[in-house]
């Protein structure tokens, strides 16, 4: 081989990996990774997993990083705490491990994490211990103040973190990287398939705190939700009201740092449930 040979394979190799390393952001089908967050106790009803591989995980209105549909990423609790509010119980508070792995057989995601119990924090007043700057829900009687809200709010971002985690190992792997990523609460049922429209490199797309679907150049501050709004000595919201004010704040930051649209919004409600414990549908 020439020297002129050698010195134009490396070059093409050099372009091919790093291309590899680029969004893919002019292909006919968006790379995506789906992550789904939070307590598993709905995940394994077979409403909420059977509609999730049927519209979502079957279909090409995406593909993965090395096939033709959506990457599943998963970061779940098989514990919760027993309250859907300060002062409503939960039916079903826990799953068991060997539950999940089932399902996860089923669904065969690119990699899943199944924490300890409830997750790392605690729903008592312990949990307060953890926040980083002392000052922060301490006044008043804010939804946010009660500490076993602060425990389960808390406990769901590490899951964020932990997903996002998951992607970002899988695109190291491949030498790859996503367009989007969709981070969604373990309890949706899925009614019709995913809308293709909510794939986009310039706009965020929040329906409310039950998913997002954001450009992958975005995706970080969701994976920091807990760092930035509670293991911070700076959170952007010290007394949030809710934990939707703080997936608020933060998608409303990343947009403006990145120049995307941000949209938080029922219009696709049609498309989704939240199943509840008790069995019930619920749509907002």
């Known amino acids: 081989m020439t020297g002129y040979s050698v010195v134009l394979c490396i070059v093409i190799a050099w372009?091919?990996?790093?291309?590899?390393?680029?969004?893919?952001?002019?292909?006919?089908?968006?790379?995506?990774?789906?992550?789904?967050?939070?307590?598993?106790?709905?995940?394994?009803?077979?409403?909420?997993?059977?509609?999730l591989e049927r519209h979502l995980l079957s279909t090409q209105f995406a593909s993965g990083l090395l096939k033709a549909t959506p990457d599943l990423f998963?970061?779940?609790?098989?514990?919760?705490?027993?309250?859907?509010?300060?002062?409503?119980?939960?039916?079903?508070?826990?799953?068991?491990?060997?539950?999940?792995?089932?399902?996860?057989?089923?669904?065969?995601?690119?990699?899943?994490?199944?924490?300890?119990?409830?997750?790392?924090?605690?729903?008592?007043?312990?949990?307060?211990?953890?926040?980083?700057?002392?000052t922060c829900y301490t006044r008043g009687k804010r939804y946010m103040n009660n500490d076993d809200i602060l425990g389960r709010t808390m406990n769901k971002y590490h899951s964020y973190k932990s997903c996002h985690n998951l992607v970002v190992k899988h695109e190291e792997d491949t030498l790859?990287?996503?367009?989007?990523?969709?981070?969604?609460?373990?309890?949706?049922?899925?009614?019709?398939?995913?809308?293709?429209?909510?794939?986009s490199s310039s706009k965020m797309t929040f329906g409310y705190d039950w998913y997002q679907v954001v450009p992958r150049n975005t995706s970080e501050y969701l994976g920091n939700l807990l760092d930035e709004h509670f293991l911070s000595d700076n959170p952007p919201a010290c007394n949030a009201k809710d934990p939707?004010?703080?997936?608020?704040?933060?998608?409303?930051?990343?947009?403006?740092?990145?120049?995307?649209?941000?949209?938080?919004?029922?219009?696709?409600?049609?498309?989704?449930n939240v199943l509840r414990p008790d069995g019930r549908l619920f749509n907002r």
């Open 15 to 51: 372009s091919a990996g790093a291309l590899r390393l680029q969004p893919n952001e002019h292909t006919d089908s968006p790379k995506l990774a789906i992550c789904i967050v939070g307590a598993a106790r709905m995940l394994v009803n077979e409403k909420v997993h059977y509609s």
């Open 74 to 134: 998963v970061s779940v609790h098989p514990g919760d705490s027993n309250r859907v509010k300060p002062d409503h119980l939960h039916t079903a508070m826990s799953v068991s491990v060997s539950s999940i792995r089932d399902v996860m057989r089923m669904l065969t995601p690119v990699n899943y994490t199944i924490e300890d119990g409830a997750g790392p924090y605690p729903f008592d007043a312990n949990v307060r211990k953890f926040i980083r700057k002392k």
């Open 176 to 199: 790859l990287r996503y367009d989007n990523v969709m981070f969604s609460r373990p309890d949706i049922v899925w009614r019709l398939n995913f809308p293709r429209q909510l794939l």
């Open 244 to 272: 939707e004010v703080l997936v608020w704040k933060t998608g409303k930051r990343a947009a403006r740092k990145h120049g995307v649209k941000f949209t938080w919004t029922w219009a696709y409600h049609d498309y989704v």
